[in-house]
């Protein structure tokens, strides 16, 4: 399985980003999916999921700003951010979930870094 991340970058408190993540090697339709991020000293943790059916969870830090999202025919999801903080810096990774079912690979993340 590959995972590649994208869509990350600099932006100013407030500002928005869409992140994507497209799975390869994998029947992705199958999977529920998540969005992870790592901060810098800080354990990876989940922002977000996504079921099968479309089923979406948020992590209480991000609820009612972030919107997690899938196309099953681009093997690809997504994480729309809006009104970003400065605490939302991290790397952001795309997985299976939950957390015990992972993919051993985790790809490169893409970097999200949020200035105040």
């Known amino acids: 399985v590959q995972l590649q991340a994208s869509g990350g970058g600099l932006v100013q408190a407030g500002g928005s980003l869409r992140l994507s993540c497209a799975v390869s090697g994998s029947i992705f339709s199958g999977y529920s999916m998540g969005w992870y991020r790592q901060a810098p000293g800080k354990q990876r943790e989940l922002v977000a999921s996504i079921s099968v059916g479309g089923n979406t969870n948020y992590g209480e830090s991000v609820k009612g700003r972030f919107t997690i999202s899938r196309d099953n025919a681009k093997s690809t999801v997504y994480l729309q951010m809006n009104s970003l903080e400065p605490e939302d810096t991290a790397v952001y990774y795309c997985?299976?979930?939950?957390?015990?079912?992972?993919?051993?690979?985790w790809g490169q993340g893409t970097q999200v870094t949020v200035s105040s």
């Open positions: 997985n299976r979930v939950p957390s015990s079912r992972v993919w051993s690979t």
